[in-house]
């Protein structure tokens, strides 16, 4: 959520068939396909080296990176306060969160 927003000024979209609320409209069509839509309906996306599929492209492309990718051939993100390092950037930014100041 963005820093210092007032509540009140949150222009919330909201689910049709549900109470959750989203501020970015991806947020909201991801959890309408994740929750409501019917298995039929949604587009999966198949790995192509495996049997996996999911109805996101971007998780598809992470399972592909972790799962399929030489280590060598992974561009790795590397922690610059510690050892910790990740095939995905996305991970990184969360590990990041623990060394931020309180």
Partial sequence: MRKHTNPEDIKWLTCDH???R???KH????HVIAKHANPEDVKWFQCEHCSYKTKR?????NHVICK???PEDV????CEHCSYKTKLKGSLGRHML???NP
Avoid: G, M
Avoid at 27 to 30: D, G, Q, R, T, V
Avoid at 57 to 61: H, S, Y
Avoid at 75 to 78: E, L, P, R
């Fill in 22 to 24: 989203a501020i970015q």
């Fill in 98 to 100: 623990k060394h931020k």
């Fill in 57 to 61: 492209r971007n998780v598809l492309k």
């Fill in 18 to 20: 549900c109470s959750y």
């Fill in 27 to 30: 947020c909201l069509e991801n």
């Fill in 75 to 78: 561009k790795w993100f590397q």
């Fill in 68 to 70: 399929h990718t030489k």
